[in-house]
């Protein structure tokens, strides 16, 4: 029986990952208040403590670990300067689960690591960047981690995640912005929405990380649809499912200054991970719209 630790286990994409262990003694952390739960046992402690690091890695000894936290608040994570306290929390958090048997790590990555004026995002192949703190931070870390793991002969893997959608996504994110819009019959504005994304909704994205872990995949892999869609499309999407195109203003907004396309090659987490996504772009939108629904009533 793996011993799995999650981090982040109470954020946007962690919480969908902890139904698809199976059969596993499930460790996850929160900074929230403790979570009454009969199949997880939660931890309540700040990453950025390394001495609680150290404490809870000595109890737990987690035999695999899957570590989602970092600073991700809307628009601040790009430039915050957390991001170098996460590198460094990340570093410790790895070095004592290694110090402790741990076997396999997997770590999450971001699409921001790579240079996107290329647009089409291959593993190992398409250049990294230092454009921002957050990129910087996390193309940096990649290379340490990995360096790590090849001194130490340790598993370990980095699911660069795209564009992930869905419920309990921030309500200031575009597809929850145009959808909250819309159920307060208010108008949704938007720029051109000219711009091609990988949409990836979020039980796929925790399911992918759930595989990958699961399998003894190593190194970098996307973790994305492979399919690029137009920002514009979904919104229309959206709305269609509303009944509110008549809400629609894109192109109210300026543009900001975005590259054209930004898509993962899957091969590797299709083929090496075995792993497809279950959710199609229609069939997610939908979740996430019945998800609002609910929360609004």
Same mark, same amino acid.
């Given at each position: ?6 981090? %982040?286990?109470?954020?946007? =994409? %962690? ?10 003694? =499930? ?81 999450? %990555?971001?699409?921001? @690591? ?30 340490? !981690?990995?360096?790590?793991?090849? @001194? ?8 660069? =995640? ?30 051109? %929405? ?26 970098? +892999? ?26 629609? @203003? ?5 543009? !900001? ?8 090659? +899957? ?31």
């Amino acid at each position: 029986m793996k011993r799995i630790l999650i981090t %982040g286990a109470a954020g946007f =994409i %962690g919480r969908h990952t902890l139904p698809l262990f199976i059969d596993d003694d =499930i460790h996850a952390i929160s900074r929230q208040s403790q979570i009454q739960s009969d199949t997880v046992q939660w931890h309540q402690m700040d990453l950025l403590d390394r001495a609680s690091v150290e404490q809870l890695m000595a109890t737990v000894k987690p035999t695999h670990l899957l570590h989602f936290a970092w600073d991700v608040r809307p628009r601040l994570y790009w430039t915050s300067l957390q991001n170098y306290q996460w590198v460094s929390a990340t570093l410790n958090l790895l070095h004592n689960f290694y110090e402790n048997g741990g076997q396999r790590m997997v770590i999450a %990555g971001t699409c921001a @690591e790579y240079d996107w004026q290329y647009g089409y995002c291959v593993e190992d192949s398409t250049p990294l960047s230092m454009s921002t703190t957050y990129s910087a931070c996390k193309s940096s870390l990649y290379r340490m !981690a990995m360096t790590y793991a090849q @001194e130490t002969k340790m598993s370990l893997a980095w699911g660069r =995640i795209f564009f992930p959608y869905g419920v309990y996504e921030h309500p200031s994110r575009l597809i929850p912005y145009v959808i909250q819009s819309m159920l307060k019959r208010e108008l949704a504005q938007t720029s051109h %929405g000219e711009q091609y994304r990988d949409f990836l909704y979020v039980a796929d994205v925790a399911s992918a990380f759930v595989a990958l872990m699961n399998s003894d995949v190593q190194g970098a +892999v996307n973790i994305g649809s492979g399919v690029p869609v137009k920002l514009k499309d979904i919104i229309y999407t959206i709305a269609d499912i509303l009944d509110a195109r008549h809400l629609l @203003e894109i192109g109210a907004r300026q543009a !900001a200054n975005e590259p054209p396309m930004v898509v993962a090659n +899957v091969q590797r987490l299709s083929q090496d991970v075995a792993w497809t996504p279950r959710y199609s772009l229609s069939e997610g939108l939908a979740e996430t719209i019945q998800w609002w629904q609910s929360q609004q009533s």
